[in-house]
């Protein structure tokens, strides 16, 4: 691979673009600092792919992309089209893990535990507080815990809802630890890696705590009991199989007390920021974040 076009691909045209170009410079600076060739597309467009591929002939996509055609597999079918090998999930398995809807059936069809919740216009068990959510986002954009129904409404006018409503979530909010786990492939073989807690000094883990450093304190590896430590591992690991992921990525859960975990969302190409959770869970387990970066492109054979 030291000898092909690797393109490390980033920016696109979601709300996420700030997070995803941030996750690409550290990307791109890593497999520089490798000795790989590669250089660095900011994609705002499938003409901005075709206009790259055709002056550079790409081998190998290395998606820091996220958000509306960037995770959800839109870019990932283009890639495909292109016979472009690249770095996680395939297009379903994007597509579905992207739509926290279509997500959650299959969770529960594989008898893994996810919280009540429907789309906005179904869901009739609404009680305060309940989380409202985009139905296809990540980074915690879009997302909103709502206490009471003066808060409901005035979040209803302001992103108009009722104009897309089938664009939006709805979920009870469950009081309990907030963890996250990483999955990646080593030498063909999934590993998960350690546990992170996360401690939003906030209300919640928004997106402002997600990426301000100091709003959030997180706890690595997440002290827990054996049996609840391989219960969660093992809900990972379930979860990631049962939507086909591939590579790497990583399940969010909540852990009620002395309850069984309960899985939030699976996110297939989570951020590779500075404060990113990835990276610091592969420091945790003795991966440096180069050496992260390099499994994951070659995670794309």
């Not at 997500?103 to 009680?127: A, H, P, T």
């Not at 827990?224 to 430590?229: A, H, S, T």
Request: charged share 25%; aromatic share 10%; proline share 3%.
């Amino acid at each position: 691979m030291k000898n092909s076009n690797i393109c490390v691909i980033a920016g696109g045209i979601s709300s996420e673009r700030e997070i995803s170009l941030r996750s690409g410079q550290g990307c791109f600076d890593a497999l520089q600092r490798l000795n790989y060739n590669v250089s660095f597309l900011d994609i705002q467009s499938i003409n901005d792919l075709l206009d790259f591929h055709k002056k550079n002939n790409i081998n190998y996509a290395f998606l820091c992309t996220h958000g509306n055609f960037g995770e959800d597999g839109k870019l990932q079918s283009v890639l495909e089209w292109l016979n472009i090998k690249y770095t996680g999930s395939n297009v379903l398995a994007s597509a579905l893990c992207m739509n926290k809807y279509f997500c959650r059936q299959i969770l529960i069809s594989n008898n893994l535990r996810v919280s009540d919740g429907g789309l906005f216009n179904e869901y009739k068990n609404k009680k305060f507080p309940f989380m409202l959510k985009l139905k296809e986002s990540g980074s915690s954009v879009g997302v909103y815990k709502i206490n009471n129904q003066k808060e409901f409404e005035e979040i209803v006018q302001k992103e108009k809802i009722h104009e897309n409503s089938n664009k939006w979530f709805i979920e009870e909010f469950i009081k309990g630890r907030e963890i996250t786990v990483s999955l990646i492939e080593i030498n063909k073989k999934l590993e998960i890696l350690p546990i992170l807690e996360l401690k939003p000094k906030k209300d919640f883990y928004d997106l402002e705590a997600k990426y301000t450093k100091g709003l959030t304190d997180f706890i690595l590896p997440a002290p827990f009991e054996e049996k609840i430590k391989n219960k969660i591992e093992d809900y990972a690991f379930k979860a990631f199989k049962s939507l086909d992921c591939k590579g790497f990525g990583r399940v969010d859960m909540i852990i009620p007390e002395n309850q069984d975990p309960v899985i939030l969302e699976i996110n297939t190409l989570p951020g590779m920021t500075e404060t990113s959770d990835l990276p610091a869970q592969a420091k945790a387990f003795g991966i440096d974040y180069d050496k992260l970066v390099e499994l994951m492109l070659v995670s794309s054979l």
